[in-house]
């Protein structure tokens, strides 16, 4: 969610810092700001509302020298986006910033209001700078001071703080969001994301649950949430800088939806071995399983419903499947046998790590499904499988979602063998279908133009409805999403069959209704749901193949082809054009493509 930058260096640190705020705008974020102790010992700020641009511009005219510095980009969760509110939050001599909530704020800024300090903003931050200085003022030491800050607040953070006097110390603490120190020579980092640090570092300590670091150039001193000390690993991570940056495409997302062949073929080279058919994923036996519990958020909500279709239907294993800030309030019961799978893009999702947790002495095992291995999520898990799609920077997913369900797939084949619902030979005919995926997604991604065109007549609508029928149900989900997080039309997606319960109240002319069909069992029942609706005057969006289109007879309005495909792929191939119309259609609106208003990639805050 927000972003996290801090540097003890050699240079003056708030360009460093505002490099490194740059390569976390892909979060989302409504402000941002640095503070930094110059050579006097003296703390100082600057801070802006909007773009970093703002922040730079103001930084030109009026500079913050300085070799100690922390910096934060905003999303908004308590106070309105505006420059009181901005982080680094200053009580005195004492500036923090960040990521998370801090649940008893209210408690903490009324026991602070008798001892005389009172809050200049609206947020839950500023009471953890007011804290510290409480207990500076009574003569404690900024270690000891963050200390008793720190056992004192409730809720999620990632908190970095920087002192008055202090040109060589930053203190850092980790409790539910996620925070990583980077090693320098003579020099130390600390970022909310690894993507931050990696033009300064690439050896890097994260932080566990409850720790806390007390950092100076000549490295960082660790204690875990008992205050003991913590031997925490230094690891080394490579991030290819040409894979953060746009490549010659217009935004992120176009070019990570462009690289999504390239990511199926990785997660297929990873789990799928030299000769097509054993299935290469250790610490995962189905053999035991009796049932499956799948918990996720948005996107990775959508692809665990695609993936509770395929584990019943290939696998014959009963799924239940929770939007994970749900699961754990509804205090489900998970009967002995089950295998609970949590799907998160970063790892570090605050509701999915919440309900994994919940479910960690009850489920007979924990698997996750995560972008980042070095995630949260991930080292709490007894497995993690990696999707493979590498730093996803715009906030919309497109790529790491193909990455789910393609690991999702082989999973699926690797269920049906162990649990002989599937024989040999249809097993390696999943996988077969699989290999022709790549090759099948880039033909799909050449029906852009027609996409394209399409698109600028459905950014003129005011509401979108999405139909599909069993497992393209989740597709079309996943498609009103998208178009949704972008474009802000309002859309709904709906089982085909759904229709006539409700939603088609909503057909009009004015009401575009994309139809994801390919030509399966099921599609003689969704031309009779396309009929209802052009019945009515709506106008339908087909997606599907050339058969289909056929069939579908006179009276659609627009038709976008896709390739013929094995059934088990075809909701990962209709991923490509429902997330090029929502793209295209934002791009006519002309809104922030990659970083949509009031969103953030990685929500750490339930």
């Given at each position: 969610?927000?972003?996290?930058?801090?540097?003890?260096?050699?240079?003056?640190?708030?360009?460093?810092?505002?490099?490194?705020?740059?390569?976390?705008?892909?979060?989302?974020?409504?402000?941002?700001?640095?503070?930094?102790?110059?050579?006097?010992?003296?703390?100082?700020?600057?801070?802006?509302?909007?773009?970093?641009?703002?922040?730079?511009?103001?930084?030109?005219?009026?500079?913050?020298?300085?070799?100690?510095?922390?910096?934060?980009?905003?999303?908004?969760?308590?106070?309105?986006?505006?420059?009181?509110?901005?982080?680094?939050?200053?009580?005195?001599?004492?500036?923090?910033?960040?990521?998370?909530?801090?649940?008893?704020?209210?408690?903490?800024?009324?026991?602070?209001?008798?001892?005389?300090?009172?809050?200049?903003?609206?947020?839950?931050?500023?009471?953890?700078?007011?804290?510290?200085?409480?207990?500076?003022?009574?003569?404690?030491?900024?270690?000891?001071?963050?200390?008793?800050?720190?056992?004192?607040?409730?809720g999620a953070f990632a908190l970095l703080f920087l002192f008055d006097g202090e040109t060589?110390?930053?203190?850092?603490?980790?409790?539910?969001?996620?925070?990583?120190?980077?090693?320098?020579?003579?020099?130390?980092?600390?970022?909310?994301?690894?993507?931050?640090?990696?033009?300064?570092?690439?050896?890097?300590?994260?932080?566990?649950?409850?720790?806390?670091?007390?950092?100076?150039?000549?490295?960082?001193?660790?204690?875990?949430?008992?205050?003991?000390?913590?031997?925490?690993?230094?690891?080394?991570?490579?991030?290819?800088?040409?894979?953060?940056?746009?490549?010659?495409?217009?935004?992120?997302?176009?070019?990570?939806?462009?690289?999504?062949?390239?990511?199926?073929?990785?997660?297929?080279?990873?789990?799928?071995?030299?000769?097509?058919?054993?299935?290469?994923?250790?610490?995962?036996?189905?053999?035991?399983?009796?049932?499956?519990?799948?918990?996720?958020?948005?996107?990775?909500?959508?692809?665990?419903?695609?993936?509770?279709?395929?584990?019943?239907?290939?696998?014959?294993?009963?799924?239940?499947?929770?939007?994970?800030?749900?699961?754990?309030?509804?205090?489900?019961?998970?009967?002995?046998?089950?295998?609970?799978?949590?799907?998160?893009?970063?790892?570090?999702?605050?509701?999915?790590?919440?309900?994994?947790?919940?479910?960690?002495?009850?489920?007979?095992?924990?698997?996750?499904?995560?972008?980042?291995?070095?995630?949260?999520?991930?080292?709490?898990?007894?497995?993690?499988?990696?999707?493979?799609?590498?730093?996803?920077?715009?906030?919309?997913?497109?790529?790491?979602?193909?990455?789910?369900?393609?690991?999702?797939?082989?999973?699926?084949?690797?269920?049906?063998?162990?649990?002989?619902?599937?024989?040999?030979?249809?097993?390696?005919?999943?996988?077969?279908?699989?290999?022709?995926?790549?090759?099948?997604?880039?033909?799909?991604?050449?029906?852009?133009?027609?996409?394209?065109?399409?698109?600028?007549?459905?950014?003129?609508?005011?509401?979108?409805?999405?139909?599909?029928?069993?497992?393209?149900?989740?597709?079309?989900?996943?498609?009103?999403?998208?178009?949704?997080?972008?474009?802000?039309?309002?859309?709904?997606?709906?089982?085909?069959?759904?229709?006539?319960?409700?939603?088609?109240a909503l057909v009009d002319n004015d009401t575009p209704t994309v139809v994801l069909a390919?030509?399966?069992?099921?599609?003689?029942?969704?031309?009779?749901?396309?009929?209802?609706?052009?019945?009515?005057?709506?106008?339908?969006?087909?997606?599907?193949?050339?058969?289909?289109?056929?069939?579908?007879?006179?009276?659609?309005?627009?038709?976008?082809?896709?390739?013929?495909?094995?059934?088990?792929?075809?909701?990962?191939?209709?991923?490509?054009?429902?997330?090029?119309?929502?793209?295209?259609?934002?791009?006519?609106?002309?809104?922030?493509?990659?970083?949509?208003?009031?969103?953030?990639?990685?929500?750490?805050?339930?």
């Amino acid at each position: 969610m927000c972003g996290i930058v801090g540097v003890l260096g050699d240079h003056e640190v708030a360009p460093i810092i505002v490099e490194g705020l740059k390569r976390l705008e892909y979060r989302g974020y409504d402000s941002a700001g640095i503070a930094t102790v110059n050579e006097a010992r003296h703390l100082d700020r600057r801070r802006a509302v909007g773009k970093l641009v703002n922040l730079s511009d103001l930084l030109v005219h009026n500079p913050l020298p300085g070799r100690a510095g922390i910096g934060h980009t905003r999303w908004a969760t308590h106070g309105v986006p505006n420059e009181a509110n901005a982080h680094p939050h200053r009580s005195a001599g004492v500036a923090v910033v960040h990521n998370g909530i801090i649940e008893n704020f209210n408690e903490l800024r009324a026991e602070l209001g008798q001892k005389g300090l009172a809050p200049e903003t609206d947020t839950d931050t500023e009471t953890v700078a007011m804290l510290a200085r409480a207990y500076l003022d009574e003569g404690m030491t900024p270690v000891e001071a963050v200390k008793a800050t720190l056992a004192r607040l409730e809720g999620a953070f990632a908190l970095l703080f920087l002192f008055d006097g202090e040109t060589d110390l930053m203190i850092a603490a980790r409790k539910g969001s996620p925070l990583a120190i980077g090693h320098g020579d003579g020099e130390m980092y600390v970022g909310s994301d690894a993507i931050a640090l990696a033009p300064m570092t690439d050896r890097i300590t994260y932080l566990e649950e409850g720790d806390w670091a007390v950092i100076t150039r000549a490295g960082a001193t660790i204690y875990d949430a008992a205050g003991k000390l913590a031997n925490r690993e230094v690891r080394a991570v490579r991030l290819d800088a040409t894979r953060i940056e746009k490549g010659g495409y217009r935004h992120f997302m176009m070019k990570e939806i462009a690289e999504q062949p390239t990511v199926v073929q990785k997660v297929l080279d990873a789990y799928v071995g030299p000769d097509g058919v054993t299935l290469e994923l250790p610490g995962i036996d189905f053999t035991a399983v009796e049932r499956l519990s799948i918990v996720a958020c948005g996107t990775a909500y959508y692809a665990g419903l695609v993936a509770k279709y395929w584990f019943e239907r290939y696998a014959r294993l009963p799924v239940d499947i929770d939007v994970a800030s749900e699961f754990r309030y509804r205090e489900p019961p998970i009967a002995p046998g089950t295998l609970a799978i949590f799907v998160s893009q970063s790892g570090e999702t605050a509701d999915t790590l919440a309900a994994l947790r919940f479910a960690k002495d009850k489920a007979e095992k924990i698997l996750s499904l995560v972008n980042v291995p070095e995630s949260s999520i991930a080292r709490e898990s007894d497995v993690a499988v990696a999707i493979h799609a590498g730093p996803e920077i715009a906030v919309a997913s497109t790529k790491a979602f193909t990455g789910q369900l393609a690991t999702f797939a082989v999973l699926v084949a690797k269920a049906a063998a162990e649990r002989g619902t599937l024989d040999a030979a249809g097993v390696a005919e999943m996988l077969d279908a699989l290999r022709k995926l790549p090759g099948l997604m880039s033909h799909a991604l050449s029906a852009d133009a027609a996409i394209e065109e399409v698109a600028a007549q459905v950014a003129e609508a005011r509401d979108v409805l999405f139909l599909g029928r069993g497992q393209m149900f989740p597709l079309a989900l996943e498609g009103a999403l998208k178009l949704k997080e972008i474009s802000y039309i309002h859309a709904e997606g709906y089982p085909s069959g759904e229709l006539k319960h409700g939603p088609i109240a909503l057909v009009d002319n004015d009401t575009p209704t994309v139809v994801l069909a390919p030509h399966d069992g099921l599609f003689d029942k969704t031309v009779s749901n396309m009929q209802e609706v052009m019945a009515r005057q709506g106008r339908v969006l087909l997606v599907s193949d050339a058969r289909a289109r056929a069939q579908a007879g006179a009276g659609v309005w627009r038709h976008i082809t896709m390739p013929d495909a094995p059934e088990l792929i075809q909701p990962i191939l209709y991923a490509v054009p429902a997330q090029l119309l929502a793209y295209h259609t934002a791009v006519a609106k002309g809104t922030d493509v990659d970083q949509p208003r009031n969103l953030a990639k990685s929500v750490t805050v339930e």
